[in-house]
């Protein structure tokens, strides 16, 4: 760490620095504009499918070696919050003073947190067909190298081949992530559960820390990372394939890894923040607003200096955008970002399921008053997290901590620009309102800091009445002890009315649900050398099935014809969810299928209105 410090001061103390950073700049702006400008945006999906994963790969071993470069610090992080106070003059009492330590009460968080969300929250998809989507873009990455989602696609004796690739609109972030264990564990969807599952984890810890370093105590900490661990679409949303949870954990570390440089200078702190933050930005498409709260946070500066951390530089005086350090290690985000920054400018004309604007202020009065009311009226948020968020918000605002330049106002602003950051911006979208379908799920993206300022209004509850007269008659305990459990046993209690909701899969998306389920059935009853037409190929070919999209049988009856011969007639006809569906395009599509070919029915089910099965295909 000494040496990265010292090679960096020699590098950045040469005279042809300023003019090196501004020719590199300058020339990868000069990229961002050159491919933009000269090719169309088919033109730069294609480049794309080929390059984004690769460029994830770069990053993500980047971000691994700034976790190795930081090592020591995350230990030393760790191990102070796991070190009980020392009472020499209780010797009797070792076992309990062990146990008395925060560590201790963050893994019995953890450990309550990890049972509700894999043994209450339901295992299931609930954005179809989305998360079959972000699965099949992870097989394609771990098997191909390429992103995208597979239109047609087959396995010939194990080997995975992809003959129509068709680029998504959503960022290749999270299909990256879920490649890698695909890559270690084969493909096999549940994996996005158990990902999810873990991120929904790392989120408790982040929160802690975040909390304990502007709250600069271990109780708002402890608090804080309690209220996120209980929200309860936190723990719907984390056991299913959605991109929102990580999209909000990578956010999360993002805001740690600012405050913690902030507080320390360390070039090794501000390497991880540089590769960590563009990798941050491609978990969702608004995921890049993160990327403003870093900067806010970079020209606020005033986050204040901190010993909670060992072998940590002294904070520097001067502001961040006035240090080489700053430009030079910047110039690696800039660099991982642009890829991104093509990825948005390629899809911006894409269709996002509905005609018409999809941002527009049209939407903003309706969409303010769902999203206000839905952390306000106890139906799917606890009102009182809502209510210690505001009390945290007024608190933090107005306290002076030990150092007059710490987060007292600044931090408690920073949280509260990272909560309207993410929450407001789905105020102009036209399906941002929380109570528009599964659409819910957008809140993810505004829990952490909900939860930070939680944590910090039960500090300011604690510091108020914990001295009361009547809190003193505890006897052998410190006046604050009672109040903190009376406030966490009153938060459990109104919290325990969410179970149901916790454990509801809901009517939400039946139709696809069911369809989902049988299409998985379906498949055993036909030989694995065969081929489904379907609306959905993703979610066959992530279950080891042939598959090719369903136009292919209008548009494409040339390639059905070679098929049939391939497959010795094994062709078959799934029969979805979309051939139910009201949309008069898809409609048309099913029974342009049923007039071109003979259908013999293998298999059906049924519910309510809705059919679906397999049928074998011949022509006519």
Known sequence: MCSLKTRMQRIVETRFFVPAMLFLYAFLAGLLFYITGTRTKGQIELLLTQWIPKVLWADFLLILTG???????????????????NFPDRPSASWRRRLNCPGVYLLLILAAGLLLVT?????????????????NMAQNIALTGQTGMANYATFEYGEYFIHWLQYNKDPSGWPFLVSLAFQLFGTDETLLFYIANLLY???????????????????????????????????????????????????????LCTLVWLRTRAPRHLFLLAVLL???????????????WALAALAVEKIGTAPIFSSSAAASPRHPFATREFWAIGLIAFAFFIPHLWHLWAVS?????????????????????????????????????????????????????????????????????????????????YAGSYRYGADVRFALLSFMPLAVLAGIGGEAILRKIGTAPIFSSFAGTSPRLPVAALLVLVLVFSWLKFIPLIRLVGQEAWGARYDHNHAREFTKRIPNRSIVLTHVPT????????????????????????????????????????CSTFNDSNRLLCDGIRTRYNLEPVVTAREQSNEYGLYRMTKK
């Open 539 to 578: 979610m066959f070919l992530l279950w080891g099935q042939n598959a090719i999209q369903t136009h292919a049988g209008i548009n494409n009856p040339d390639i059905i014809r070679d098929l049939m011969t391939r497959y010795d007639g094994h062709v078959y006809f799934h029969r979805s969810y979309w």
């Open 67 to 85: 976790l190795l470069l930081c090592r020591r610090d995350i230990v030393a992080a760790f191990t102070k919050i796991g070190t009980a106070p």
């Open 201 to 255: 984890a790392g989120g408790i810890i982040l929160v802690f820390f975040i909390t304990r370093l502007i709250a600069e105590r271990d109780f708002p900490g402890l608090l804080a990372a309690l209220i996120f661990a209980l929200i309860p679409h936190n723990l719907i949303w984390s056991n299913t394939g959605a991109a929102e949870a990580p999209a909000a954990f990578f956010g999360g570390l993002v805001v």
């Open 119 to 135: 043994q209450v929250a339901p295992q299931t998809h609930r954005i179809y067909y989305d998360e079959d989507i972000y699965a």
């Open 349 to 429: 004309g894409h269709s996002w399921g509905a005609d018409g604007a999809k941002f527009s202020l049209a939407f903003f009065a309706k969409n303010l008053m769902t999203n206000s009311l839905y952390y306000l009226d106890n139906r799917a948020f606890p009102v009182l997290f809502t209510l210690l968020t505001v009390i945290g918000f007024v608190a933090g605002s107005y306290r002076q901590g030990r150092d007059s330049r710490l987060s007292g106002f600044a931090g408690v602003m920073l949280m509260q620009l990272w909560f309207v950051l993410f929450w407001g911006i789905f105020l102009f979208f």
């Open 278 to 292: 563009p990798f941050a930005c491609t978990l969702r498409q608004e995921s890049a607003l993160i990327g403003l």
